[in-house]
């Protein structure tokens, strides 16, 4: 159950555009740690899909969860709009991107206390086997997204440095990908309407 756990947490940390949008803008042309931005957000993210997932196997008899989903991906569009908009405002107040790691624990709990994606992935694992087989799995997931966050912004990092990008495109490729975080945090947020 723990193996599937880390596989279905790795998975649904690098399929979300959502989150590699949210990440991109603090990983792009950073010299070190860009690991570390990754794992607080996974540890956020992993907490906030723990905590609902809580939540869910407390209330599942009792809430409506097409309800429940739609005010979650509400949530989920402002916080990645959030994150757009910090980027943005982060990018013209400042060029070094070692000093945006505030706040990165706390967008990732976010996005892992309301992302539908998350709770219909281990759905079947918080109504199904013995408690210790959902405390392995979901205890996998947090670990499995954790890592593959940590290991995603470490790759945009490394490949941006590696590729040489020259300062002009190091600057751009944030900026670009906070745009798109509002765009697509305005999209998700009017299509959850």
Same mark, same amino acid.
């Given at each position: 159950?723990?193996?599937?756990? #880390? /596989?279905?947490?790795?998975?649904?940390?690098?399929?979300?555009?959502?989150?590699l949008?949210? %990440?991109?803008?603090?990983?792009?042309g950073r010299?070190?740690?860009?690991?570390?931005?990754?794992?607080?957000?996974?540890?956020g993210?992993?907490l906030?899909?723990?905590a609902?997932?809580?939540v869910? =196997?407390? $209330?599942?008899? @009792?809430?409506?969860? +097409?309800?429940?989903?739609?005010?979650? +991906?509400?949530? $989920?569009? %402002?916080?990645?709009?959030?994150?757009?908009v910090?980027?943005?405002?982060?990018?013209? #107040?400042?060029?070094?991107? +070692? @000093?945006?790691?505030?706040?990165?624990l706390?967008?990732?709990?976010?996005h892992?206390?309301?992302?539908?994606?998350? #709770? =219909?992935?281990?759905?079947?694992?918080?109504v199904?086997?013995?408690?210790m087989?959902?405390?392995l799995?979901?205890?996998?997931?947090?670990?499995? &997204?954790?890592? $593959?966050?940590? @290991? %995603?912004?470490? /790759?945009?990092?490394?490949?941006?440095?590696?590729?040489g990008?020259?300062?002009? %495109?190091?600057?751009?490729?944030?900026?670009l990908? &906070?745009? =798109? &975080?509002?765009?697509?945090?305005s999209?998700?947020?009017? /299509? &959850?309407?």
């Open positions: 159950m723990a193996l599937a756990g #880390l /596989g279905s947490g790795a998975l649904h940390a690098l399929s979300g555009p959502d989150h949008l949210s %990440l991109a803008p603090l990983s792009v010299r070190q740690g860009a690991w570390r931005v990754g794992l607080l957000w996974g540890i993210h992993g906030g899909t723990l609902a997932s809580a869910l =196997l407390m $209330a599942l008899s @009792a809430v409506h969860l +097409e309800g429940a989903e739609r005010w979650g +991906e509400r949530v $989920a569009a %402002l916080a990645l709009f959030g994150m757009g910090w980027g943005l405002k982060r990018r013209s #107040l400042s060029s070094q991107p +070692e @000093a945006a790691t505030r706040g990165v706390a967008v990732g709990l976010v892992g206390l309301t992302g539908a994606a998350a #709770l =219909l992935l281990i759905l079947p694992a918080t199904s086997g013995s408690a087989d959902r405390a799995f979901l205890g996998g997931f947090s670990i499995g &997204s954790t890592l $593959a966050m940590a @290991a %995603l912004t470490a /790759g945009i990092a490394t490949f941006s440095q590696a590729r990008l020259s300062a002009t %495109l190091s600057a751009k490729v944030p900026r990908a &906070s745009a =798109l &975080s509002i765009v697509l945090g999209a998700w947020m009017v /299509g &959850s309407l």
